[in-house]
C-alpha cells in the first residue's frame, strides 16, 4: 500500500540518519559527578563512592554511573532521579539500566529498577518494575544503597 511505500521512506531516512551520526569522528569523553535526589524536595544525601563517565559519538551520549549512598537525607521527596550531565535530544522517553545492590527496597511485587529519562531532559528516574509502575521513592532507600546505571541516547 501507499502508507507501506512512505513508512519504508521514513525508515530509510532514520537509519540513514543514523548512520551519519554514528560515522562522525568526533568523539567527547567527560567524567561527571551523579546525585540521587528527589523531585519534590531534592535532599542532601551523603555518598561513600559517585563516579560517573559520559561519551559523545555521533551525536549519541554513552552514560555510566554508581554512587552509594552513606545517609539518605530525611527531607528528599518525590520520585528518586540522577539529573544526566547530557539533555536527551528527542521527545521520548529513553530506557536505561539501572542495577541496584544493598540498601534498597523494592515494592509491589517489583524484581528490579529500571531508569526512564524524561524527553528533551535530563532526569533519569529511577522505576520499580512492577505493574502498575511504581517510582523509587526515599523509602526505598538506606545508608549503604548501592545504584549503577547505563543509558545511550540522542543528544539534544
Do not use: K
Not at 554513552?62 to 527531607?75: G, H, N
Amino acid at each position: 500500500s501507499a502508507m507501506d511505500g512512505i513508512n519504508a521512506m521514513n525508515d530509510q531516512r532514520e537509519l540513514a540518519r543514523v548512520r551519519a551520526m554514528i560515522d562522525q569522528d568526533e568523539v567527547t569523553t567527560v567524567d561527571w559527578v551523579p546525585t540521587l535526589q528527589g523531585s519534590t524536595v531534592a535532599g542532601a544525601n551523603t555518598y561513600g563512592a559517585r563516579s560517573g563517565v559520559y561519551t559523545i559519538r555521533g551525536g549519541l551520549c554513552f552514560c555510566t554511573f554508581e554512587l552509594t549512598l552513606t545517609a539518605v537525607d530525611p527531607e528528599m521527596s518525590g520520585y528518586c532521579f540522577v539529573d544526566l550531565p547530557v539533555m536527551n535530544g528527542i521527545n521520548q522517553v529513553v530506557v536505561g539500566q539501572i542495577g541496584v545492590r544493598d540498601g534498597v527496597t523494592l515494592t509491589g511485587g517489583a524484581a528490579g529498577v529500571y531508569g526512564e529519562l524524561f524527553p528533551i531532559g535530563t532526569r533519569l528516574v529511577l522505576r520499580q518494575d512492577a505493574a502498575p509502575q511504581i517510582n523509587v521513592e526515599r523509602a526505598n532507600l538506606a545508608a549503604g544503597a548501592h545504584i549503577r546505571g547505563t543509558i545511550v541516547y540522542p543528544v539534544a
